[in-house]
């Protein structure tokens, strides 16, 4: 069975002391990796006071189940608009959603009772639902966890790779255009996410100047590696630990941010030119505030 519903994740609830501050402001964004992006934003989050953003605002990346590969730049927006419609649900479309699968196993009182409060029901009895809410891939508890924001100033975003050996140019206008006409924030990694990542860690005009066609091309050079990727996890020293956000790339942001504006920075100048506007995320999370006691 292919799942229908794609949000989800194992750790919802964060408590370090950043967290316990309740941002009025959250941006939400859905991403093409499963993984490095993920760990890159988390740790954006986690270290927001470090890096002088002020805890009212906050990144949230719609995390998906480990097996969904579904990453193409469609998929990527129909996560998000997944979230949308989920924010628009109230308890009585939950459970009509959630009735409909399990008509024959479990009564509208049951599903209704475990929406109320679950602990009313027997722990023996809730764990097997629970079960069965994972086969289709229903993950209710990050669910309502998201369901919590529901704040105007809230902001959809998605980032996608140009990755020119699977994304068509076509394709990619087709995203951006869809994005500007429903509202959402369109960030866009040239050749991918890991030539943001590179700014971090290298200076791109004085070590890859003679080599931007080969970023572009972004070639793949062995089972794990493309040329770009190849390049990061050498100098991130990635392993088993992963990017390791605090050490590598917290301290080397503003780097990044520097480098990021030599390259394309528009969208549309994103499909044919390498570059990475996730700058104006990083600025702009930095901004948040400033503005109002100005």
Sequence with gaps: MIN????????YEREDEAQKIFPEKRIFLSVEGNATEKEYF???SKNREKMGINAEV????????????????????ELLEEYIRLREQNEDDILEEISEHF???????????????????PKKQRNLFITELKKIGYDINYRKYLRKYNKDLD?????????????SEENMRECI???KDNGYKCYIANPCFEFWLLMHLADIDREFGNQLEKIKENPKISEHH????KEVS?????GKSGIRFAEQYMPKISKAIDQGKKFASSEEELVDNIGCNLWKLMEELKQYGKDKGA
Excluded: W
């Design 226 to 229: 493309t040329f770009v990727s």
């Design 155 to 167: 902001e959809f975003a998605v980032l996608i790779d140009r990755d020119m050996q699977t994304h």
């Design 42 to 44: 988390v740790g954006v």
């Design 177 to 179: 255009k869809h994005c």
């Design 234 to 238: 050498e100098r991130g020293h990635h």
């Design 103 to 121: 008509k024959e196993q479990y009564d509208v009182e049951f599903i209704k009772k475990y929406l109320e409060d679950s602990k009313q029901i």
């Design 4 to 11: 229908r519903y794609r949000l989800t994740s194992t750790v």
């Design 58 to 77: 906050d990144v949230e990346v719609l995390r998906r189940g480990k097996k969904d590969t579904n990453s193409a730049p469609q998929q990527v927006i």
